[in-house]
């Protein structure tokens, strides 16, 4: 099981709230130094989560934290690019154009977020399961203080933790920035609801643009497969057993819907939609398994300060389309380990690593939002941070980023923004395919 089996300390260096793709990441990566890390998380893993979807750049921080080779043995589904049908226009990008030579992945979510705690746990970090954090005291002049909810059958009870620095990678659950006040929805015209579900059976888009069988899919790779419907979006993510399917639709959109009547919508839209119909037509719904989330999409007005982290989603989450959320994951952890480690070594400078953390996180997430949403501006986002960052990304990555963004019609910013960086001969537009038609 990934859990310590030592008591719960009273104090630590690092407390880190949530073992996601971020909280694990960054308490390997501090583990890894030697800095004495503990990990509190809610859940019992492998425990469900959305986001199966890796684009090829994530392996860079699986190397950094040195999860590579779990990762690699584990078997996930390798994937070759995305396949769009958006308002009738089909696209297609594959990876390997752009120069990436490791495969993209399609991953079982609990599989995977398990498999990064236990890489927690042998680079060292104390992880403890089915604790829930409740609050964390910053008024004591010592240290934070962190309550927490043990919520262990036989050692069921409250207790706290004094720490240096507390990371909050709670996801959705945004520990701090509801405690703080400062989690800012996204506004009215881009508030999305997804409802999603399992199917077991699908048939898959391959990278050929014809439907396969699922029995074929470690020997004919897959795309990520998204078409929009009247109301959004839906996306087709092929896994080992299972297949993903998620519709993404303005909250408005299923305003007055009850719970059962929101997965009979699903339901009716995966069952009509032109293509997902076809590759549904003999799979079976997995019951039980259906989830939704509505408003996603927000952003913490306060991100770091001198003895706090806020990372992942528990930061700021933009939209599942170009399947950043795992990569912002891995990428503010890699950010704030380097500054909780240069913090612990010179405390005196713990102000301006915080400010640079904070200034590299909403670069990437000013990045993201402009590629996701088209609508740029105020929101947390800084226009000269994006550009920054764009400059700075390696080519290949700017590149699938600046292609994918054809895909849909809402990237205009992104591109305006990639003009006035400077970086307008890029070759990206012509590594995007048109396809007059799908073979399903
Ligand atoms: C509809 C949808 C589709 C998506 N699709 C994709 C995709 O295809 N690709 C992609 O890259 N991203 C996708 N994402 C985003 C992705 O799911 C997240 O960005 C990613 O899981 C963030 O990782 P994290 O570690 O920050 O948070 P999480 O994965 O949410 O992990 C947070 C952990 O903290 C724990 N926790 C919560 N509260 C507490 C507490 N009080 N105390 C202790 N522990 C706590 C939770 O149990 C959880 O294990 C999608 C998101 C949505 C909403």
């Known amino acids: 099981m990934t859990i310590s089996n030592t008591e719960i300390p009273c104090s630590c260096d690092v407390l880190v709230i949530g073992g996601g793709p971020a909280g694990s990441s960054v308490a390997a990566l501090l583990a890894r130094d030697g800095i004495d890390v503990v990990l509190l998380e809610k859940a019992l893993h492998p425990r469900p989560q959305v986001g199966e979807s890796l684009i090829p750049h994530f392996w860079k921080y699986a190397d950094l934290t040195g999860a590579t080779p779990l990762i690699e043995s584990e078997g996930f589904v390798a994937k070759a690019g995305g396949i769009t049908v958006w308002n009738g226009k089909i696209h297609r990008i594959a990876f390997s154009e752009f120069g990436f030579t490791r495969p993209a992945l399609h991953v079982e979510r609990d599989v995977f977020d398990d498999l990064l705690l236990r890489h927690a746990v042998s680079s060292g970090a104390r992880v403890y399961q089915q604790i829930a954090v409740k609050e964390v005291n910053f008024s004591s002049e010592a240290r934070p203080l962190v309550h927490y909810l043990d919520?262990?059958?036989?050692k069921a009870g409250e207790g706290r933790i004094a720490c240096r620095y507390v990371i909050d990678a709670s996801g959705n659950g945004a520990v701090l920035a509801g405690q703080f006040g400062s989690k800012r929805l996204i506004d009215t015209r881009m508030r999305f609801l997804s409802l999603w579900g399992y199917f077991r059976?699908?048939?898959?888009?391959?990278a050929d643009g014809?439907?396969?069988a699922p029995e074929d899919i470690g020997a004919i790779k897959p795309v990520t497969f998204v078409t929009s419907f009247e109301d959004g979006w839906i996306w087709h993510i092929?896994?080992?057993k299972l297949?993903?399917?998620?519709?993404?639709?303005h909250t408005d959109r299923a305003r007055g819907m009850n719970g059962s009547e929101r997965e009979q919508f699903f339901l009716e839209t995966c069952?009509?939609?032109p293509y997902i119909d076809r590759l549904l037509d003999a799979a079976e719904y997995q019951e039980g398994l259906y989830c939704e989330r509505p408003d996603y999409s927000y952003y913490s007005t306060r991100l770091c300060g001198e003895n706090f982290y806020l990372l992942g989603d528990a930061a700021s989450f933009v939209d599942p389309i170009y399947s950043h959320g795992v990569l912002n994951a891995f990428y503010n952890a890699a950010m704030a380990a380097v500054a909780v480690r240069e913090s612990l070594r010179d405390p005196a400078r713990r102000a301006r690593h915080a400010q640079l953390c904070e200034n590299r996180m909403r670069q990437f997430y000013g990045f993201s939002?402009?590629?996701?949403l088209g609508e740029f501006g105020g929101d947390g986002v800084d226009a000269d941070l994006v550009k920054h960052l764009m400059r700075s990304v390696p080519r290949r990555e700017l590149d699938l980023m600046l292609a994918a963004s054809y895909m849909s019609e809402r990237a205009g910013n992104f591109h305006r923004l990639i003009e006035d960086a400077g970086l307008q001969h890029t070759e990206a537009p012509d590594k995007i395919h048109f396809m007059s038609r799908l073979e399903l």
């Open 271 to 273: 069952r009509k939609t």
């Open 243 to 249: 297949t993903s399917v998620g519709v993404v639709l």
């Open 210 to 212: 014809k439907s396969h």
């Open 369 to 372: 939002r402009a590629l996701a």
């Open 151 to 154: 919520k262990r059958g036989d």
């Open 238 to 240: 092929a896994m080992r």
């Open 201 to 206: 059976n699908s048939r898959y888009v391959g």
